[in-house]
């Protein structure tokens, strides 16, 4: 009997890919590519009934019962008529595959595949249109009951936490370690003047960016799903306006233009979901949890190891400071 060396991540071929895809969902002609390798490997499924995507989560990453509540979340989207990626149930009605690979057990799941294509800078109804589904999305998600096998987001998930874990990341750079630190405590601060107790929960995306939705003409797909969890849903209003404030020094647009863009889309939110003042008045009080959150999430993950290089951390935090300062006061 050959041995192998262990392994704790391995690319699984696409060939026996296909040939899985092929016999357990009853594809004709199915062809295999990997695409993207990141907290998952994920694949293009093209064959003669169409395109799919083959998504192999890292089994140091998601487990079974985690990415099982993912995938009834879409399926509950679906039935809702939300414009979402959804996961393919198999011949015999099994939604996850189980694969024996070199490192041990991994978990797939085939999904439909996005129509359209990222766009990075939204025209106005794509703006409006993207608001009225994400509100859509928040109607179905505020309703299910939470599984137990995500997580929270809260001031601890997304600030303390994170603090602690990206100590040695700011080696560099103690004075802006010691401006998060202070922001942290001026984020706390505010959120216990307010009657956070009204706010609105339920499943959050926690990623509403552009690469993570596809436009075709006016009409949006969501799609990656991968960091859901469980918390106030203007956190996802925070992550799409932490994008708007990010693509002004990137010189996408002004910050005339990005403020515009965004009650556009609040607009479009409005009309399938109402929204409170208190909720609107900390989106920028959010955003830095949502950056912390990531940067945590890097110090755990051997694939974005470098995002957390105290060189790098310092430049982007840098930035960050700039982006949020003037509202954290």
């Given at each position: 009997?050959?041995?192998?060396?262990?392994?704790?991540?391995?690319?699984?071929?696409?060939?026996?890919?296909?040939?899985?895809?092929?016999?357990?969902?009853?594809?004709?002609?199915?062809?295999?590519?990997?695409?993207?390798?990141?907290?998952?490997?994920?694949?293009?499924?093209?064959?003669?009934?169409?395109?799919?995507?083959?998504?192999?989560?890292?089994?140091?990453?998601?487990?079974?019962?985690?990415?099982?509540?993912?995938?009834?979340?879409?399926?509950?989207?679906?039935?809702?008529?939300?414009?979402?990626?959804?996961?393919?149930?198999?011949?015999?009605?099994?939604?996850?595959?189980?694969?024996?690979?070199?490192?041990?057990?991994?978990?797939?799941?085939?999904?439909?595949?996005?129509?359209?294509?990222?766009?990075?800078?939204?025209?106005?109804?794509?703006?409006?249109?993207?608001?009225?589904?994400?509100?859509?999305?928040?109607?179905?998600?505020?309703?299910?009951?939470?599984?137990?096998?995500?997580?929270?987001?809260?001031?601890?998930?997304?600030?303390?936490?994170?603090?602690?874990?990206?100590?040695?990341?700011?080696?560099?750079?103690?004075?802006?370690?010691?401006?998060?630190?202070?922001?942290?405590?001026?984020?706390?601060?505010?959120?216990?003047?307010?009657?956070?107790?009204?706010?609105?929960?339920?499943?959050?995306?926690?990623?509403?960016?552009?690469?993570?939705?596809?436009?075709?003409?006016?009409?949006?797909?969501?799609?990656?799903?991968?960091?859901?969890?469980?918390?106030?849903?203007?956190?996802?209003?925070?992550?799409?306006?932490?994008?708007?404030?990010?693509?002004?020094?990137?010189?996408r647009m002004t910050l005339e233009e990005a403020?515009?863009?965004?009650?556009?889309?609040?607009?479009?939110?409005?009309?399938?979901?109402?929204?409170?003042?208190?909720?609107?008045?900390?989106?920028?009080?959010?955003?830095?949890?949502?950056?912390?959150?990531?940067?945590?999430?890097?110090?755990?993950?051997?694939?974005?190891?470098?995002?957390?290089?105290?060189?790098?951390?310092?430049?982007?935090?840098?930035?960050?400071?700039?982006?949020?300062?003037?509202?954290?006061?």
């Amino acid at each position: 009997m050959s041995s192998f060396f262990p392994a704790s991540y391995s690319t699984l071929s696409p060939d026996a890919l296909a040939s899985l895809i092929s016999k357990e969902y009853g594809l004709v002609d199915t062809r295999c590519k990997l695409i993207l390798r990141g907290v998952g490997d994920t694949y293009l499924i093209d064959s003669k009934d169409g395109k799919y995507i083959l998504r192999v989560y890292r089994n140091s990453h998601r487990n079974k019962a985690q990415i099982q509540e993912e995938t009834d979340l879409l399926l509950a989207l679906k039935e809702a008529e939300v414009p979402v990626s959804y996961p393919i149930i198999d011949l015999s009605g099994k939604v996850i595959q189980s694969l024996n690979a070199p490192e041990g057990e991994r978990q797939a799941v085939l999904f439909s595949y996005a129509p359209g294509r990222v766009v990075l800078v939204l025209n106005e109804n794509q703006l409006y249109h993207l608001g009225n589904e994400m509100a859509r999305f928040h109607n179905v998600s505020s309703q299910i009951k939470p599984g137990g096998n995500r997580w929270d987001y809260n001031l601890d998930t997304t600030l303390f936490q994170p603090l602690e874990m990206l100590k040695s990341a700011f080696a560099e750079d103690p004075e802006g370690y010691a401006w998060i630190q202070q922001s942290a405590k001026k984020i706390e601060n505010k959120l216990a003047e307010l009657n956070t107790s009204q706010f609105s929960t339920g499943y959050c995306h926690y990623d509403m960016i552009p690469k993570n939705f596809h436009f075709e003409g006016d009409s949006v797909t969501f799609f990656d799903f991968d960091f859901m969890g469980y918390g106030w849903l203007v956190n996802d209003i925070m992550t799409f306006w932490t994008q708007l404030r990010l693509d002004t020094p990137f010189g996408r647009m002004t910050l005339e233009e990005a403020d515009k863009s965004y009650l556009t889309f609040l607009e479009g939110y409005s009309a399938f979901r109402s929204i409170s003042e208190d909720e609107l008045k900390v989106v920028p009080y959010l955003g830095l949890g949502f950056w912390l959150y990531y940067s945590g999430f890097a110090t755990t993950h051997d694939t974005f190891y470098h995002f957390v290089d105290p060189g790098h951390i310092k430049q982007r935090y840098a930035m960050v400071r700039n982006m949020l300062e003037k509202y954290l006061i």
